[in-house]
Every structure is written in structure tokens, then in C-alpha cells.
């Protein structure tokens, strides 16, 4: 009888074991197809939402001194930007709306549960929801919830809740990494999507915070490379989208947001012609060609939506073309009758930007404060001029003309912070961008 329940318990835990494989493992469709028969058509691509249900806190102690070390992020009002957001979607009806990671604030399967029952109502219109996870979303160690003074763990995001959760992607799949929740998609009949996981995250819930850096194992290169190749002889262009990025964006800010393998990944998109590739995570709207000029390949990285301007990009592709166009969010068309009662929503890229600079003055203040002969005013022009200077910066909009930087140049503020190595750095990197144009781009196609 012992035996027989020995092999009973044996049978009951392959089961429970196949189950687990089942959820986590890739599934392939029967058939999948192209995601619109439009040779002419587009897409919608945001990243960085760092959304936190709002279950998940009460406004009180312990959220808002989190809320002090988000860098310049909107935790507030996410879900009517998110519905403003969707707002606009149904209105365009993109082919596809994608995600480029770090969707959730902290990792916790609460506010990927609550984000995707919010982004629903585009699956419903027929706007294919593909989602890629962030270094924030994958078994977090940080997965909190914030009530009064205390800080509470909760449930962290599986990889199988992921797939669950953000099924569109996979459902529409024309094949699926063993090695990690990437996939690629078929838009239409010119043009393949590959969705990569570059995160570094555990095969079981954390309890540290977050890898910052992102590789691809030797594995999911092998998988891009057949990908690529597929694509190539099926006479569509990949496109390639993912967390990290593949070029340094900034001199002085670089470590840990630049793909650690990226020698490895440029060589494969050059000789499979990738004309552009989407990525996230460094929350500045940048984009730019390879600054060693070894790789063809334009890297548009879409800012934060949850950081001022509060931005996303809209693709239009044609078979010889495509291009690209930044938009900012606009509230105002989806607030209550009461929530027009509330300035922030009412004028909400105003209160985006004033929450992003605030955030950049504090930190020239940090270096500012106490330095011997630094005066009152000189401590205030010199915090005003770094925190509009990173709001430039994180918004894209780092292209001063000659004048206007000949202007910032002579300004008191300008020349206190020049007085700090650590701040003169920064200014360096940030004052003027010699790449391209952050808000604009096109790109002619050339089909193999």
C-alpha cells in the first residue's frame, strides 16, 4: 500500500511539473498570420510605463517617500493618462500597439494585472497588444505595496504570468524563443517584428532589486539570427524592438542601459539589413545612428511615459518607407467632469515638467549646496538651469539653434554649474545633441 502511494505522489507531482512546463514553456499557433494585409500601415510604440495599480497604495507615508526617489515619474495619475491613451489608439486604429518594457513601477503581478484589464479595449478593437517585459517586471525583488507607513511585499510576475497576461504577442507568433519570452510577428507582408528580452532576471521570485543590464544568452542570439534569416527569405524587413539599448545616448550616462552583448547583436543586424531597431529604458526620447559608425542601424528609444512630455511614438510604414513621429499625451478629451476640476489633469504637461525639473534641480543642488561662494542666487540660477537643461534632454528636445545656445552659455546659471566637474560633465553630454533628430525620423526601405 506504502509502494502504491509512493507511486500515486510520484505520477501527481510529473503532473503538476508538466503543467508548470506548459505555462511557461512556448506556444506555438497553428497558423499564425500576418497582423493586417495593409501595405500601407502603422504602429504605435511606448515604453517605460512604470504603471502601479493603484490597490497597490494609499497615497499615505510610505508612497509618498517612494514617490520622492521615482526620478520625475508621474505615479499619480497613470491610469487616466493610460486612458487617454487608449482614447487616442481607438480613435487612429494602429495596427499594433507595442510595449518596450519596464511596464510595471516594481514588478508586482497586481499592476500587470491592472494595466492589461486597461489596455484590454484594444484587443477588443482588433489594435494587436504586443508586450515586451522590462528589467522592473520579471521576478522584482522590489514587488511592494505601499499602506500608510509600511512597506508590504506582494505577489512578483512570473515568466508564465507574463505570457498570460500579455498573450496577443504570442498568440500571433510566428515563432518563440526557448531561452527567454521573445517572439517575432508578422505585420504584414513587408515588414517582421522581433520582440527580444533582454532582461537578466531569476528563474524564481527575487529577493534583491532588479538587474539593470540586459544580455541575450547565446541561445536567443542563435534564435535572432534565425529570425533575421527567415524574414530575409520571406522577403520581409525586421524591425527590432527591445528593453535595452544597443548604443551608449549619453557619454556620461550609459552603464547598465546599454545591451551588454551589443558587439555581438550589431553585426547581426547590419548583415540582415535592420534599418531600425526600438528601445526603452534609459527614459530619454533619443534617437540616434551608431556614434562608432560600425552598424546601419538607427536605434529609436521612446522616453518614459510616465516622465514628461509623457511621450510615444506613431510608426507609418509603407513598403519603401518609414516614419516616425512623436506625440505627447493630452489628457483633456477624457477627464470627468470632476477631474476638470483638478489643474494637473486639466494642464498636465505642465505638472509632468514641473515634476521632471524639480527632480534635476534637486540633484544640482546635491552638488551645489555648501560649495564655498555659491550664493543664494547663484544656488537657484544654477538648480533652474541643470533641471531644464535634463528636461531638454529627456524630452528630445537637446537641439538648441546657435542663438539659443549662445544664450545658455551666457546665462549665471550656466556659469555656476561649469564651476562643479561633476555637473560640468553632465552639461557636456546634455547641452546639444550632434546625432539626429529626437521627435522626427524617416527612413527609406530597401527589401531584399
Given amino acids: 500500500m506504502k509502494h502504491l502511494i509512493a507511486i500515486l505522489t510520484a505520477l501527481l507531482a510529473l503532473v503538476a511539473l508538466a503543467g508548470v512546463l506548459t505555462l511557461s514553456a512556448p506556444h506555438h499557433p497553428a497558423q499564425a498570420q500576418e497582423l493586417t494585409p495593409r501595405t500601407t500601415t502603422s504602429f504605435w510604440v511606448l515604453s517605460d510605463t512604470h504603471f502601479i495599480a493603484p490597490s497597490l497604495h494609499d497615497g499615505k507615508q510610505a508612497f509618498k517617500g517612494i514617490e520622492q526617489s521615482t526620478a520625475g515619474k508621474d505615479l499619480d495619475y497613470q491610469p487616466v ?34 494595466i492589461a484589464k486597461r489596455l484590454a479595449p484594444l484587443q477588443a478593437a482588433g489594435i494587436r497588444l504586443l508586450v515586451i517585459p522590462g528589467n522592473h517586471d520579471i521576478y522584482d525583488g522590489w514587488a511592494r505595496a505601499y499602506k500608510g507607513p509600511d512597506q508590504l ?19 500571433h507568433a510566428l515563432s518563440e524563443d526557448s531561452d527567454s519570452l521573445s517572439y517575432t510577428v508578422a505585420l504584414n507582408g513587408d515588414y517582421q517584428l522581433i520582440m527580444l528580452d533582454s532582461n537578466i532576471y531569476p528563474i524564481q521570485p527575487g529577493a534583491t532589486n532588479p538587474n539593470t543590464g540586459g544580455e541575450l544568452s547565446e541561445t536567443t542570439l542563435a534564435w535572432v539570427q534565425r529570425q533575421l534569416a527567415a524574414g530575409q527569405k520571406a ?3 525586421s524591425l527590432v524592438f527591445m528593453h535595452h539599448n544597443l ?23 547590419d548583415r540582415y539589413h535592420v534599418p531600425v531597431l526600438f528601445s526603452g529604458h534609459i527614459h530619454a526620447q533619443d534617437i540616434a545612428n551608431d556614434p562608432d559608425g560600425q552598424c546601419e542601424t538607427t536605434e529609436i528609444v521612446s522616453g518614459s511615459f510616465a516622465v514628461s512630455p509623457g511621450s510615444y511614438g506613431r510608426v507609418t510604414v509603407t513598403p519603401d518607407k518609414l516614419t516616425y513621429t512623436m506625440a505627447e499625451s493630452d489628457l483633456t478629451p477624457v477627464l470627468t467632469a470632476k477631474e476638470r476640476q483638478n489643474p494637473d489633469l486639466v494642464h498636465y504637461q505642465r505638472y509632468l515638467k514641473s515634476l521632471f525639473i524639480g527632480n534635476g534641480e534637486r540633484l544640482a543642488v546635491e552638488n551645489l549646496y555648501d560649495r564655498p561662494g555659491v550664493s543664494d542666487k547663484e544656488l537657484k540660477a544654477g538648480a533652474e538651469f541643470v533641471g531644464e537643461l535634463n528636461w531638454r534632454f529627456f524630452a528630445g528636445a537637446d537641439s538648441p539653434t546657435a542663438t539659443e545656445l549662445a544664450k545658455m552659455r551666457a546665462s549665471l546659471g550656466y556659469r555656476v554649474v561649469w564651476q562643479v566637474p561633476a555637473l560640468r560633465r553632465y552639461v557636456r553630454s546634455t547641452i546639444q545633441d550632434h546625432n539626429l533628430n529626437d521627435r522626427h525620423f524617416t527612413r527609406t526601405i530597401h527589401h531584399d
Fill in 81 to 114: 493618462a493610460l486612458r487617454a491613451f487608449v482614447h487616442d489608439a481607438l480613435a487612429a486604429k494602429p495596427a499594433a500597439v507595442i510595449i518596450t518594457g519596464d511596464v510595471t513601477f516594481n514588478g508586482a503581478l497586481a499592476s500587470a494585472q491592472s
Fill in 247 to 269: 548604443y551608449a545616448h549619453n557619454r556620461v550616462v550609459h552603464n547598465g542601459y546599454v545591451l551588454n552583448n551589443a558587439d555581438v547583436l550589431k553585426p547581426l543586424l
Fill in 153 to 171: 511585499k506582494v505577489a512578483q510576475i512570473a515568466p508564465s504570468d507574463w505570457r498570460r497576461l500579455f498573450n496577443d504577442g504570442y498568440a
Fill in 235 to 237: 522577403g520581409r524587413t
